[in-house]
């Protein structure tokens, strides 16, 4: 059986001739039984901390256990984003590596007909010169042949027929119509 603080204030001995002295038994157990009583209630105060630390514990186990799972589905999902962004790095250098390859083949394209349309110009070109020089050249002939003495006659037929004459409206009195190689006169 448990005895209390109030037990021990309580309790009676009984008396017999030659016994304690009642008036320090009484003293010793009121203070037996402070001393008992504040042991009491520290136990009690410490039974609550334990109880209260105990719930705590619990709590910050089942803390424990959900941060766990949470550090799991944090690690499985990091994984997850590594692979995706793997996977559009990828998919993004795929389509960047097909632009440049029609970028490139656009600008091939472009230098080969830049190509072609310098070749064309070289040609063009090329007609050119040689028709100016066939120009020159028939120039050249014609002005040699109007400094010859012995054609000076023919020169001036030359000038006559390389110069436009103008035309009298047909039916004029007096009008005959030129023959070519004729000089106006």
Same mark, same amino acid.
């Given at each position: 059986? !448990?005895?209390?603080?109030?037990?021990?204030?309580?309790? &009676? @001995? %009984?008396?017999?001739?030659?016994?304690?002295?009642?008036?320090?038994?009484?003293?010793?157990? $009121?203070?037996?039984?402070?001393?008992?009583?504040?042991?009491?209630?520290?136990? +009690? @105060?410490? !039974?609550? *901390?334990?109880?209260?630390?105990?719930? !705590?514990?619990?709590? /910050?186990?089942?803390?424990?256990?959900?941060?766990?799972?949470? /550090?799991? *589905?944090?690690?499985?999902?990091? =994984?997850?984003?590594?692979?995706?962004?793997?996977?559009?790095?990828?998919?993004?250098? #795929? +389509?960047?590596?097909? &632009?440049?390859?029609?970028?490139?083949?656009?600008?091939?394209?472009?230098?080969?007909?830049?190509?072609?349309?310098?070749?064309?110009?070289?040609? /063009?070109?090329?007609?050119?010169?040689?028709?100016? !020089?066939?120009?020159?050249?028939?120039? /050249?002939?014609?002005? $040699?042949?109007?400094?010859? %003495?012995?054609?000076?006659?023919?020169?001036? =037929?030359?000038?006559?027929?390389?110069?436009? *004459?103008?035309?009298? %409206?047909?039916? $004029?009195?007096?009008?005959? %119509?030129?023959?070519? #190689?004729?000089?106006?006169?």
């Amino acid at each position: 059986m !448990r005895m209390t603080p109030l037990d021990i204030q309580n309790h &009676r @001995f %009984p008396t017999r001739w030659k016994g304690y002295d009642r008036a320090e038994v009484d003293g010793f157990l $009121e203070l037996l039984a402070q001393d008992y009583e504040s042991l009491v209630h520290e136990v +009690e @105060f410490l !039974r609550e *901390t334990v109880r209260n630390l105990e719930g !705590r514990v619990n709590d /910050l186990q089942a803390n424990e256990g959900i941060l766990r799972e949470t /550090l799991i *589905t944090a690690q499985a999902m990091a =994984e997850d984003l590594k692979k995706t962004a793997t996977k559009e790095a990828e998919i993004t250098l #795929g +389509e960047a590596e097909v &632009r440049a390859e029609k970028v490139l083949d656009a600008a091939h394209r472009r230098a080969a007909k830049l190509a072609e349309d310098i070749r064309e110009m070289k040609a /063009l070109r090329s007609r050119l010169a040689g028709a100016v !020089r066939e120009t020159i050249q028939t120039h /050249l002939t014609l002005l $040699e042949g109007l400094g010859a %003495p012995d054609a000076e006659d023919t020169a001036e =037929e030359k000038i006559a027929y390389l110069t436009p *004459t103008p035309r009298a %409206p047909k039916g $004029e009195a007096g009008d005959k %119509p030129r023959r070519r #190689g004729e000089l106006a006169g």
